[in-house]
C-alpha cells in the first residue's frame, strides 16, 4: 500500500522494518489465520506528513498589524520570516475569515474565544492560516488569531515523559524549540493528518483545528 491509500502490489515481508504500519485482515473461519495484510512503510508515512505540513507553513502567517482596510475587509500585515527577516503581506479577511481571540493565560485550542474584525487594532500581532498563490506573500484567510498566538510546526527531537517537555525542531528555520506540554493539549491524526482532525467546543470558544502526527507536531506557543 501507498499513502495515497492506492494498492502497490505485493509486498516482501522480509522488508518489513520497526515502525512500519500494518493492518491484518483475518479470516471469517479461523479467527487467528491472516487472509490478507497490509503494509504501510514509514518512511513514506513521514515523507507524506512533511509534505502536508510543509504546505500548511506555507499558508500561514505571523506578523504585526501595520494597515486595516474596513471597506474590502484586508490586512496589511509585517510578517515575520526565519532568521529575523519579514516581509510585507496582504490578507483577505473577508467573510468566511473566522476570527478567535486568547487571553495571555491560554494553554490550550479550546480556550479561544470567537472574535471578530472590530476588536483588530494597529500594532497586534495576529496568526493567519488560509491560502497562498504560488508566487505571493498575500494570503486568503479562513482563520485569524489574535492575542500573540501562533502556530510551531516541527519534529520531534526528544521527549521528556516526566517534565512533559518535547523538544521540536521547527520546520522551515531549523532552530530547536523545547514545549511545555499538557496532556489535554496534544492530539493525534495518523497518518493521514490533512483529513483526520480533532476538534473542540464549548459554549464560549469555536472550533479550531488542531494537528498532530508521529513525528510531526503542531503547537500553540505565545
Known amino acids: 500500500m ?3 491509500r492506492k494498492p502497490a502490489g505485493e509486498f516482501d515481508p522480509k522488508k518489513l522494518q520497526a ?6 485482515q483475518l479470516t471469517a473461519t479461523q479467527a487467528q489465520t491472516a487472509a490478507q495484510v497490509l503494509v504501510m512503510k514509514r518512511l513514506e508515512i513521514q515523507q507524506h506528513q ?5 504546505t500548511w507553513a506555507r499558508n500561514s502567517a505571523f506578523g504585526v498589524v501595520t494597515g486595516l482596510n474596513p471597506e474590502n475587509q484586508t490586512i496589511r500585515l ?14 483577505d479577511a473577508s467573510d468566511p475569515a473566522m476570527f478567535l481571540h486568547y487571553s495571555s ?25 488560509g491560502r497562498r498563490a504560488a508566487v505571493s506573500p498575500d494570503i486568503r484567510a479562513a482563520v485569524i488569531i489574535m492575542g500573540g498566538i ?8 526528544s521527549m521528556n515523559g ?10 522551515g528555520s531549523g532552530n530547536s524549540l523545547a514545549v511545555q506540554t499538557r496532556r489535554d493539549a496534544i492530539f493525534r491524526a495518523s497518518p493521514f493528518v490533512e483529513s483526520a482532525v480533532a476538534r473542540e467546543q464549548s459554549a464560549s470558544s469555536v472550533p479550531w483545528d488542531q494537528r498532530a502526527a ?9
Not at 113 to 118: C, L, P, R, T, Y
Not at 162 to 171: A, D, K, N, P, S
Not at 214 to 222: N, Y
Open 2 to 4: 501507498t499513502v495515497e
Open 19 to 24: 515502525g512500519d504500519r500494518l493492518c491484518v
Open 50 to 54: 512533511k509534505q502536508v505540513f510543509s
Open 78 to 91: 509585517k510578517e515575520e520570516l526565519a532568521g529575523g527577516a519579514s516581509q510585507q503581506a496582504t490578507v
Open 105 to 129: 493565560q491560554a494553554q490550550v485550542g479550546k480556550e479561544g474565544v470567537a472574535s471578530a474584525w472590530a476588536r483588530l487594532k494597529i500594532g497586534d500581532r495576529v496568526y493567519v492560516q
Open 150 to 157: 501562533r502556530g510551531v510546526i516541527g519534529t520531534i527531537i
Open 162 to 171: 516526566l517534565g512533559e517537555v518535547v523538544e521540536l525542531r521547527e520546520l
Open 214 to 222: 508521529p513525528q510531526c507536531s503542531s503547537v500553540l506557543v505565545h
